[in-house]
């Protein structure tokens, strides 16, 4: 194998203990979109299936389509935009999905009626995050609707946190708009019986306001540090590896990589890895990044190729490094956060980015 991700189910349950000491873990919303933040839908969604976790989040139709058809006792709630000519299917799977606006409710009102049935839904609003929902001013026309809907069955409402990580102020103005709002809706409509708002950030920083369920992704992953997380540690999952293909020490100096970009010196060692931007290594790390080898940090140099690069061995290692050798590029030793920096980008962005032709390795150790 060139390159792997290595997935530690023993990190995933030790996260999730962490996030026990929260909430019971009847509470805990899964998400698992977008193959589980890289890591591999349907093996996180069965281990987490072990630890007793029965709800879980997906961001399309077809994610909860996937996940459904194979564990048919778990809660699936879609998170993104459902379109109209998806919901019938969605819902006779048993499936949950939100609204997002009157559209949609006509449609369900309108088919429902032509098929004599009754959908459950989840009511989105939209509480300072500006992207799907309902909005404050559209309360008092909402609960008249839903109040005299008969197709559609409101079972719960939720809204979605934008700066739980960074705002305190901001996220507190959506913590009271989202009672507010969550109250004028349910006015008398008994059958709204679940509230959720909370993300990962805003589990950890704003636990007072946690109602019946939180949608925990990055944390499960562990896609972030003891710093931001304090109390709290969350275990990385994901290690990603590759080997070394190929090694030489130049006799002259001479360039490394597309573009000219860097020039390799005479004397020192270079190792070439099987690993590259089209696995997920960003090609922003070029003359940037590093990766773990040995207990030293080597810098990658020049250019990040589709489907190798170049690192420069510190002296220590000229003579023991070996072709075949196995470096990390984040995971227990480089942070996937330290990463994300380096690409002026998120956690969240590098851990979804390996690509499928990335074998993952599930181990539990
Ligand atoms: C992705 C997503 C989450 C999970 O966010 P994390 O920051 O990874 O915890 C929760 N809710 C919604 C609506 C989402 O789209």
Redesign the pocket.
Known sequence: MRCWAEININNLYSNIDEIKKIVTKDKIIA?I?ADA?GHGMLEICNALIKKGIKNF?V?TSDEALKIKELHDDIMVLI??PVENEYMDLIADKNIYFMVTDFEEIEYLEKTGKEKGKTTDVFIKIDTGMGRVGFQESETEKLNEILKNASHINPIGI?S?FSS??SDKDYTKLQESKFKAMCEKISSGISSIKYRHLH?????LKFQDSIEDFV??????YGGVTDEETAPYKFKPVMSLFAKISYIKTLKEDSFISYGNTYKGKAGKTYATVSIGYADGVRRDLSNKGYVFYKGYKCEIVGRVCMDQLIILLPEELKNEAKKGDVVEFFGENISVVEVADLCNTIS?EILCGISQRVPRIYVEK
Not at 199 to 203: H, I, K, P, R
Not at 215 to 220: D, E, F, K
């Open positions: 998400v979109k933040y989040a961001a998170l993104g939720f979605h739980s990580d993300n990962s950030f805003g589990t949608r925990v992704g990055i944390i499960l969240y």
